[in-house]
């Protein structure tokens, strides 16, 4: 039979896929392209926005429109949290949680069997373990991504993400040095290590990020250590001045703001002031100049006035940032924000967005000028296409062995 799946979001839901499709090839399952006909689609969620959740129910209906007959399953975090919506969908079979994902195959040869449409949706708090670590691997061309952590601790008032991955459950340290090793002897002198919030990898099993990072740079082979999002709340001496001071770790690091206003991130639970942050940003840049910060910014959150917004711009351009990823606010189900009044205007957050991008352009194009005439190491992510230490990625003829590490002048 043919299955084709659709992944939105984040790389989380990237992991997940290469999993459940793991273990429909195991068993024989022939996968086609989810723009051709199947037998079985797979939709993997997100609904950390409403354009996530609008996304996945696009993609259920193409797949229904595609193939009248087939099983349509709606997995993922949209899943996990509303399911009751999606099941209310006709166009869906199977509405499986984050919670049922390792079970997938199973659930869906059940179907095939009687064809009784079902909702599988457990309760995320209960998760104890990271399951399936050792085949949650994900590439992204020649890059390989290393799931060490999910789940978050922190219930800011905006996120929904706790209740759509549960608390934090890390992989065990021994595990993930296992896999780096492995992945140095395939070649590869760059991963990615990556969590819903990596900062907080560690807290359910005494160990920490720092810990994890002071074994993984002895690791043999592999030359450069990337880290995703990270909470600067979280971010101790330790580690800072590991990050700062290690070749091997990566000068690329993405610490969330969200707001330049005091007033909105206490609003939103940040556990720390915009003054907080920028001392945080100007330690890391003093120590290793050429370093990107990158960002997320949510506008027109709750309440948020002119001047709130003001104190935002301010902030941004005032901050050596490499790249701004900027998102209206939108209400998401089971958080305390959704239930706040002072709601800002959909024409008003569409102009605030707008401004931030803006400046996003400028950032970029003063980061690339600021990095001219640099030497820097870069991995050679596809033939004559490199990425840099600090993320910059550059076109270049000559370049042809996939996965190697090399210094470019920029």
Not at 87 to 102: F, I, Y
Not at 147 to 152: A, D, R, T, Y
Request: glycine share 6%.
């Amino acid at each position: 039979m043919r299955v084709a799946f659709y992944t939105l979001g984040c790389r989380m839901n990237q992991f997940d896929t290469d999993l459940m499709r793991t273990r429909f090839l195991e068993s024989g399952y022939e996968e086609v392209d989810f723009e051709e006909e199947a037998d079985i689609y797979v939709i993997n969620t997100c609904t950390v926005t409403s354009g996530g959740d609008r996304s996945s129910r696009q993609a259920i209906y193409r797949a229904r429109r595609k193939n009248p007959g087939a099983v349509v399953v709606a997995t993922g975090c949209y899943a996990q949290v509303k399911p009751q919506e999606l099941a209310s969908l006709k166009e869906v079979d199977l509405v499986v949680g984050n919670t049922h994902k390792s079970e997938i195959l199973k659930i869906v040869e059940e179907f095939l069997e009687n064809r009784q449409k079902r909702t599988l949706v457990g309760e995320i708090f209960r998760e104890k373990d990271l399951k399936n670590f050792d085949t949650v691997l994900y590439f992204e061309g020649s890059r390989p991504f290393l799931k060490v952590q999910e789940g978050c601790n922190k219930f800011c008032t905006f996120c929904v993400i706790p209740f759509a991955r549960g608390k934090v459950r890390s992989a065990p340290k021994e595990k993930v040095i296992e896999q780096v090793r492995l992945i140095a002897d395939m070649g590869f002198k760059e991963v990615v290590l990556t969590g819903t919030q990596l900062s907080q990898y560690g807290w359910d099993n005494g160990s920490s990020l720092y810990d994890l990072l002071r074994d993984l740079i002895r690791v043999e082979g592999i030359e450069l250590i990337r880290l995703s999002s990270m909470h600067v709340g979280e971010m101790d001496g330790r580690l800072l001045d590991l990050i700062t001071t290690e070749e091997k770790i990566a000068p690329h690091f993405h610490l969330s703001l969200q707001s330049g206003s005091n007033r909105i991130l206490d609003l939103m639970e940040r556990g720390y002031t915009r003054e907080e942050y920028g001392k945080v940003v100007e330690f890391i840049l003093k120590r290793r100049s050429e370093t990107a910060i990158g960002t997320d910014i949510i506008v027109g959150f709750p309440t948020e006035t002119e001047e709130d917004f003001k104190e935002t711009l301010r902030f941004v351009e005032d901050t050596p940032f490499a790249y701004l990823h900027i998102f209206p606010y939108s209400d998401r189900p089971k958080t305390r924000a959704s239930r706040m009044k002072g709601k800002v205007p959909e024409r008003v957050k569409k102009e605030r967005v707008s401004q931030l991008k803006e400046i996003d352009r400028e950032k970029r194009e003063e980061f690339y000028r600021k990095n001219t005439g640099r030497v820097l190491r870069a991995v050679v992510v596809e033939e004559d296409r490199l990425l840099t230490e600090n993320y910059i990625d550059l076109r270049r003829e000559g370049y042809r062995e996939v996965g190697k590490l090399v210094r470019v002048k920029v």
